[in-house]
């Protein structure tokens, strides 16, 4: 099992930055790539963007391209969510997971993120 612990959100206003941080511990050799998925009130969970630890391969969902950079520090075992010119509609709870053989399968707290217009 990984062990995931998030941080770094908060509230900011529309167009400004925040950077996530997620620290993993415990068999974190089983993990291939992590990725950041996020939940708004009254929708459904969402992917947001995933790295491979092998060779930082990333993947975002669309609406964030451009906006938002997901890179790790293998040393820290540790992953970024850096998000800029954030939107009203980026507000929800973040959070980081381990993908391991099949799925992402496990799972941090979470971490608020509320953007003001």
């Known amino acids: 099992q990984v062990q995931l612990v998030e941080s770094g959100g908060g509230l900011v206003q529309a167009g400004g930055s925040l950077r996530l941080s997620c620290a993993a511990s415990?068999?974190?050799?089983?993990?291939?790539?992590m990725g950041w998925f996020r939940q708004a009130p009254g929708k459904e969970r969402e992917f947001v963007a995933a790295i491979t630890w092998s060779d930082s391969s990333t993947y975002y969902e669309d609406s964030v391209k451009g906006r938002f950079t997901i890179s790790r520090d293998n040393a820290k075992n540790t992953v970024y969510l850096q998000m800029n010119s954030l939107k009203p509609e980026d507000t929800a709870v973040y959070y980081c997971?381990?993908?391991?053989?099949?799925?992402?399968?496990?799972w941090g707290q979470g971490t608020q993120v509320t953007v003001s217009s």
């Open positions: 415990g068999r974190t050799s089983s993990s291939i790539a």
């Open positions: 997971a381990s993908r391991g053989l099949k799925k992402y399968d496990s």
